[in-house]
């Protein structure tokens, strides 16, 4: 009964969409038609796995490159960060970076160039985690062909491991005695972490690291939430708005616009069609993630709008009245980035 009124609460928001003009994009129909009915289905896959590790035709990883490298959204949001990284890190002469969810290093191989910039670094410590074990060997040969092309002296240490299986003692281990600068990066990492128990230990692991700065990049929107109708609602609602942005980028072709679409559709999937043993794109709001993080003893810190300017075409760009960066399309709120320090 409660599944029958979830499909019928859908069949109304898209009539209450189309009454209010807004066009929504075919692919996503498509795609939000077949989950509806993998769901009715009652369809479970064979293996409970991790979105990173599954086999589809092109794996998500590389999907991911696309997102990381030429989604002006995450790159915006990923400029932001290294900002925010650059001016934490002036005057250190060592500091050390904890990645959490390193994946192929692309976000990284950026940092590092730009810290060149800051002239009394002398050496940077790179603590990588990563659950790919192929974007794990991807980012380590970056690393070893560039290591000694960098002005100061690079260190990395790389933990093929999910995020929520580290300790303290497996990070601590690899920071430097003498480090005082510890910077921790974890971008579009911890929603697939399942478990609220899970997200809380982690952060109260980098609350006892005592980092100076972490940045957190996540996407805005609550797929954690146990009411599958609400649940299939708020995930419509949130790709739906992420499918029509995609069509408004003159920065891709069709078949990269089509690939990214793929890379949503196989998130998008998780919340309307798996079992809650089996999903793992568990997506939560900024003020969830503040309040997890409140939890821990970790301190959001206020971006201040006077050092950044960023302009997106199509896009809502905002510090919200909590200090975090949000980026919104057509008032849905799509990805945010929160600056945090222990």
Known sequence: MLMQQAF???????????????????????????????????????????TYLKEFEIPQILLFDLLTNKFPLVTACQQIAEKAFIKQASGF?????????????????????????????????????????????????????????FKFELQYHMMNSPVELITYDMIKSQIPADCKCLLVNASLTLHHIQKIESRLNLFSIIKKLNPQLMILIEPDADTMNEDYGQRLLNAANHFSALYNYVNTLDCMNKEEADHLKSFFANDFFDPIVLPDSHRFERLYTSPQWIDLLSSAGLKTIHFDPNNYNIQIPNIDCKIMNEGYFNFSYCGTPIISVIAVES
């Open 93 to 149: 002469s060592e500091l050390c970076i904890l990645d959490i969810g390193i994946g192929r290093g692309f976000q990284m191989m950026r940092l590092l160039d730009a810290l060149q910039e800051v002239e009394s670094i002398q050496k940077v410590t790179l603590i990588g985690v990563e659950i790919s074990n192929d974007a794990l060997n991807f980012t380590l040969t970056q690393l070893q062909e560039r290591k000694n092309k």
């Open 8 to 50: 019928i609460n859908l069949e109304n928001w898209i009539k209450e969409n189309n009454q209010a003009g807004i066009k929504m994009d075919s692919v996503f129909l498509s795609h939000l038609e077949k989950g509806i009915q993998l769901k009715k289905s009652n369809w479970i896959p064979e293996t409970i796995q991790n």
